[in-house]
């Protein structure tokens, strides 16, 4: 038997936040069981919660917690491949095997995600220009389907269930397990040149030039810059340090890095804190500050800087935040990022952390975000009905010019955007309605975006 208690639940963004139902199982006949005890009503799994909008939130069923089934099951020496249940997080996957010289394939911005919940986003990293998403690394999954029995997919097997699940934000059932192909590294650590780039087209035309020759590449961008300055950037373009590369101090320990300490914010700051006149000053510290050099850094410098504040979330406020990220077919990139830069510009939403990445190949999953071209990703206070004026506005923009949102950060997209930017939509509704016809997998998300029928 599972218990349920009802909490407030939002994603990272801190907007929207429901009251849930939540339980936590711990094996999976706990699983079985809060699928069965939910007298049938509708569930979704939850991970670590930092999908940023309401994709893991469902306040007429409930939320299943995943990330207490964290246990390591197997590894494959000969090739890298790791069987894990799908509650551990990449951070736990990073301590357990980067002294034995594995990192992961492709990694989000923060290691704070469940295996379960990067299948369930087929996340990215710095790295799709070259590697695709994560999806492309899983090897097999066991996913517990709405009648309680446990599918095998892999891409030869019920492959239709394992498109549909790559990328299918929780809506086919619950992962139990998966088999991740890890990557051998030569050190723990990269070696990062940081270049700036005066304005857009400047930092696409680095983008370009680099992406061959680095395998990782990422830039800030000053999404209040104007006029000529428009997407002024620093580009942040990484390799593997070889222990050669490395100071005479850290050779012999080249998979051994000094931890962050890590602060907190204690408390929701003040609505008024971050206003276009405090972005504006730090973005001006940051481009002066990031001179053109190359260094060697961790990889917890370079892949997860945001991770050694604890609960950064909160500097947004009490009404929390969305993050906005467009990607935008390689032809038309450059016009659609000005006139997205422009409209955020314009209404001076003030945007702390804007991140340009170039993206590769189309993901696996029937809901895979990237297709080749290049992403940006705005995080935006929640400062009111405004903000969902300018992002109708900017939705039809994306829209116009070929582009997407990305369902792991989406708070705000209705259902004929979200079915204009995703044309395997019908397919995944098929398939999910033959492993799932109650529709027992739900979310509000996929309410709203018209994924589920309201009930
Ligand atoms: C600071 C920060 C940086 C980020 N950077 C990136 C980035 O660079 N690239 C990128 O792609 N994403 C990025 N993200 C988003 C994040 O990687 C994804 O939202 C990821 O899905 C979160 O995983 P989670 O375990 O927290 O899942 P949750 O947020 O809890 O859930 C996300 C989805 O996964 C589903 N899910 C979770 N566990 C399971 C399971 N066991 N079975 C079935 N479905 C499940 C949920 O139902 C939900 O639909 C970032 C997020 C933050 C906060």
């Known amino acids: 038997m599972v218990t349920w208690a009802t909490q407030s639940v939002g994603g990272w963004g801190r907007f ?20 069965s005890g939910s007298n049938g009503r509708s569930i979704i799994a939850r991970g670590l919660g930092r999908s940023y909008g309401d994709p893991a939130i469902n306040n007429q069923g409930g939320v299943v917690l995943q990330a207490q089934r964290n246990r390591m099951l197997a590894f494959d020496k000969t090739t890298g491949v790791l069987t894990a249940e799908a509650g551990v997080s990449l951070a736990e996957i990073i301590d357990a095997f980067l002294p034995r010289g594995y990192f992961l394939p492709t990694t989000p911005g923060t290691k704070f995600v469940t ?33 309680g029995s446990i599918l095998t997919c892999a891409r030869d097997e019920n492959p239709d269930v394992f498109a549909a699940t790559l990328g299918g934000m929780g ?7 998966a088999s991740l192909r890890l990557r051998r590294v030569p050190s723990a650590y990269y070696q990062v040149a940081y270049r700036r780039a005066s304005n857009l087209d400047a930092a696409l035309e680095l983008f370009d030039r680099t992406d061959t020759e680095y395998p990782y590449s990422v830039a800030w961008i000053d999404c209040l810059g104007k006029g000529s300055s428009l997407g ?30 890590t602060k907190s914010v204690p408390f929701d700051f003040p609505a008024i804190a971050l206003n276009s006149w405090s972005v504006k000053a730090f973005n001006t510290l940051f481009y002066a500050k990031h001179a053109d050099t190359t260094k060697i850094v961790d990889y917890d410098t370079y892949f997860y800087p945001l991770d050694s504040i604890h609960a950064w979330n909160r500097i947004y406020g009490r009404r929390g935040f969305i993050q906005y990220q467009v990607l935008l077919p390689r032809e038309n990139s450059r016009e659609g990022l000005i006139r997205v830069l422009e409209a955020i510009s314009s209404a001076g939403a003030a945007s702390f952390l804007a991140v340009l990445k170039t993206s590769g190949r189309v993901g696996d999953g029937l809901l895979s975000y990237l297709f080749p ?14 903000l969902f004026e ?66």
């Open 115 to 147: 295996l379960g919940g990067a299948i369930a986003a087929d996340i990215h990293g710095k790295n799709h220009h070259i590697d695709g998403s994560f999806g492309s690394f899983i090897t097999s999954l066991r996913l517990m389907l709405a009648n």
């Open 390 to 455: 300018l992002t109708r506005k900017l939705d039809r923009m994306l829209l116009d010019a070929g582009g997407r949102l990305y369902l792991a950060k989406d708070a705000t997209m209705d259902a004929e955007t979200f079915s204009a930017m995703y044309p395997n939509l019908n397919r995944f509704k098929a398939i999910k309605n033959k492993v799932d016809p109650d529709q027992r997998f739900d979310s509000v998300q996929a309410q709203r975006l018209g994924i589920t029928e309201p009930r």
């Open 171 to 177: 809506l086919t059932g619950i992962i139990l397990s």
């Open 232 to 261: 002024r950037s620093v580009l942040m373009l990484g390799r593997d340090a070889q222990p050669t590369d490395l100071p005479d101090r850290l050779r012999d320990t080249p998979y051994q890095i000094r931890k962050q300490r």
């Open 16 to 35: 929207p936040i429901h009251d849930c139902p939540v339980s936590r199982p711990d094996g999976e006949e706990q699983v079985r069981s809060a699928l």
């Open 373 to 386: 071209g290049h992403t940006l990703a705005l995080d935006i206070p929640n400062y009111g009905p405004q």
